[in-house]
């Protein structure tokens, strides 16, 4: 049994734009939750403001006679613009996960029932709240959709 002698492999430390890089992603990486929960309170303002713009606009097109006859796409309009209102609520509730504050980052992800680890805490949060977010912002365009038909199918 001859023992072969080990490749030893040069190294260097990184450059410092190399270290900037990773700076920037770290940033990066936290604060895409912050940004999603901006994202969050610009989706509940709009999905307060579209149904009174609703009615508003139709009340100054029509004039005291303005009633719309309710339709099933009235009701679905609604019932869109709470939901896009309630997902973008619960994409501002924090979420308890049970992370591993010794483990920076795993090669693997954490499987069921363990704990996440710092990176997986902060992608896993911005996954979630983007998740909730696109949800709301198709259902508050339906409700968009959903209501220009009402109006636009009466007549």
């Given at each position: 049994m001859s023992e072969e002698p080990e490749e030893i492999l040069g190294s260097s430390s990184p450059s410092t734009a190399d270290e900037e890089l990773e700076k920037g992603l770290v940033a990066a990486m936290i604060g895409q939750p912050k940004l999603l929960d901006e994202l969050a309170k610009q989706m509940v303002t709009l999905c307060l403001a579209i149904p009174g713009l609703f009615a508003?606009?139709?009340?100054?097109?029509?004039?005291?006679?303005?009633?719309?006859?309710?339709?099933?796409?009235?009701?679905?309009a609604f019932?869109?613009?709470?939901?896009?209102l309630l997902l973008s609520l619960a994409s501002l509730v924090p979420v308890t996960r049970k992370v591993d504050r010794q483990v920076?980052?795993?090669?693997?992800?954490?499987?069921?029932?363990q704990s996440l680890s710092i990176e997986e805490f902060f992608t896993q949060s911005a996954k979630y709240k983007r998740r909730?977010?696109?949800?709301?912002?198709?259902?508050?365009?339906?409700?968009?959709?959903l209501a220009a038909a009402s109006v636009f199918g009466a007549r």
């Open positions: 508003t606009v139709l009340k100054l097109t029509g004039g005291d006679e303005a009633v719309l006859p309710v339709s099933c796409l009235v009701f679905w019932g869109c613009w709470l939901v896009a920076v980052r795993r090669a693997q992800p954490a499987t069921k029932g909730l977010l696109v949800a709301a912002a198709l259902l508050c365009f339906a409700g968009i959709a």
